[in-house]
């Protein structure tokens, strides 16, 4: 898999505490050996370190307007890889998963296809562990892999969907609901993310939330006015 092949769009707005995290786990020219990813952070007007810091380890930024689902349009228009790998500034892919990427990526089945990766939270209470659970039953179920899964898709498949639209709010499920279900793949891969949403609301209170948001925008109610409530 080299750089041309695959490129990495990463949405960010002050995420300097955690950005460093997730770049970590990634091969940069800024750490001088391995095969270098293009990877490109897309930032939202960030007023902390977070553009710097994302040069420093090797990636291009580019800046725009504020909100996840444009900064993601954005961000994809910028690169020039075949495949796009989509991932959130808080979320880390653990060792493996280049390999597991590059099976999927080999296979031509996968070219009107897009994969996900195994949601897990970086909390060792058993709390995080059913949360985790119950994502991946949504997701076997009703194929709503979240942007926090990460999503592994071809440039031509992306572009015949019409990417990502400028919403702000559920621009993840927007596309993968036009992906459809049928052709959303699970890989073998854990995007771990950053539990911090999770344990400063309450679990409870945070998941019910989250799905009465998901539910009133599932019945048409505008993302714009969800993210408010968000």
């Known amino acids: 898999m080299t750089s041309a092949r695959l490129s990495i769009v990463i949405p960010a707005l002050n995420e300097a505490a955690r950005l460093p995290v997730t770049l970590a786990a990634l091969p940069t020219p800024a750490k001088g050996g391995g095969e270098a990813l293009e990877i490109v952070v897309s930032d939202g007007g960030s007023r902390d370190a977070t553009a710097d ?20 349009a954005a961000g994809a228009a910028a690169t020039r890889g075949d495949w796009l790998l989509f991932l959130h ?19 031509p089945a996968n070219g009107q296809r897009a994969g996900y ?5 970086d909390d060792p209470h058993p709390r995080a562990r059913r949360l985790e659970k119950r994502v991946a039953l949504r997701c076997q179920r009703f194929g709503l ?3 926090d899964q990460g999503l592994l898709i071809g440039r031509d498949f992306y572009r015949t969907l019409g990417g990502y639209r400028p919403l702000s709010l559920f621009e993840d499920v927007d596309l993968v609901r036009r992906i459809g279900r049928k052709r959303l793949v699970p890989l073998d891969i854990d995007a ?39």
């Not at 949403?197 to 998901?214: E, T």
């Open 53 to 72: 810091l994302a040069r420093e380890a090797g990636a291009q930024v580019v800046t725009g307007p504020q909100g996840r689902g444009a900064q993601l």
């Open 192 to 230: 771990v993310t950053g539990a911090e949403r999770f344990l400063q609301a309450g679990y409870r209170r945070r998941s019910a939330r989250n799905l009465a948001l998901l539910s009133l925008y599932l019945m048409g109610a505008p993302p714009a006015w969800l993210a408010r409530l968000y």
């Open 89 to 107: 500034a808080d979320t880390r892919l653990a060792a493996g998963w280049r390999a597991a990427a590059a099976a999927f990526i080999a296979d």
């Open 117 to 121: 990766g195994r949601f897990r939270l």
């Open 145 to 147: 892999p979240y942007g």
